[in-house]
T-cell receptor
Framework: GEDVEQSLFLSVREGDSSVINCTYT??????LYWYKQEPGAGLQLLTY?????DMKQDQRLTVLLNKKDKHLSLRIADTQTGDSAIYFC??????????FGKGNQVVVIP | EAQVTQNPRYLITVTGKKLTVTCSQN?????MSWYRQDPGLGLRQIYY???????DKGDVPEGYKVSRKEKRNFPLILESPSPNQTSLYFC???????????FGQGTRLTVV
């Protein structure tokens, strides 16, 4: 499968910004995604970016895509305790398949 | 309500005893898949299905089987479970024109 790399752990103070990074391998990916997994739950789509975009903003979320370096980042502004979760980036490849990174645990300190 | 339903949520079984984890979706999605989630390894795809009667191996298919007789259901079968299949399993579905994959709540399987 495709290789999607993420760092594993981030702690951040409530109210600060958090940035999670991801690198991916398939330059032909049409969409790149960020999923959120809260404790004991499945994954929920947080946001996605089409591959011909450089940036997408959605309320407190900003996604940056650097296609040249195959680098994707997610910035969460004004981080809240409810943002504590594992965040997965994912890319599409092959037969509409999704490849996920290993996930980044974000812990928000009140 | 659009959803993917997995059953059971929790299962403890013994080595070699066949089991099936069911997955059902109510969104008429063509594409369904199974993943396992393990610490430090993220989500790895086990099997996927592009449509009824069309299934294909993912990245870690050994020890698993699937079937897709109807569009809404995609059961995961472990014919002879082993302890290394202890994991958290997720089913997901997605439409061909839909960017979002919908996930079930997960099935935590322990094989002793």
């Amino acid at each position: 499968g495709e290789d999607v790399e993420q760092s594993l752990f981030l702690s951040v103070r409530e109210g600060d910004s958090s940035v999670i990074n991801c690198t991916y391998t398939d330059s032909s990916s049409t969409y790149l995604y960020w999923y959120k997994q809260e404790p004991g739950a499945g994954l929920q789509l947080l946001t996605y970016i089409f591959s011909n975009m450089d940036m997408k903003q959605d309320q407190r979320l900003t996604v940056l895509l650097n296609k040249k370096d195959k680098h994707l980042s997610l910035r969460i502004a004004d981080t809240q305790t409810g943002d504590s979760a594992i965040y997965f980036c994912a890319e599409t490849y092959g037969n509409n398949r999704l490849a996920f990174g290993k996930g980044n645990q974000v812990v928000v300190i009140p | 309500e659009a959803q993917v339903t997995q059953n059971p949520r929790y299962l403890i079984t013994v080595t070699g005893k066949k089991l099936t984890v069911t997955c059902s979706q109510n969104m008429n999605h063509e594409y369904m898949s199974w993943y396992r989630q393990d610490p430090g390894l993220g989500l790895r795809q086990i099997y996927y299905s592009m449509n009824v009667e069309v299934t294909d191996k993912g990245d870690v298919p050994e020890g698993y089987k699937v079937s897709r007789k109807e569009k809404r259901n995609f059961p995961l079968i472990l014919e002879s479970p082993s302890p290394n299949q202890t994991s958290l399993y997720f089913c997901a579905s997605r439409g061909t024109s839909n960017t979002e994959a919908f996930f079930g709540q997960g099935t935590r399987l322990t094989v002793v």
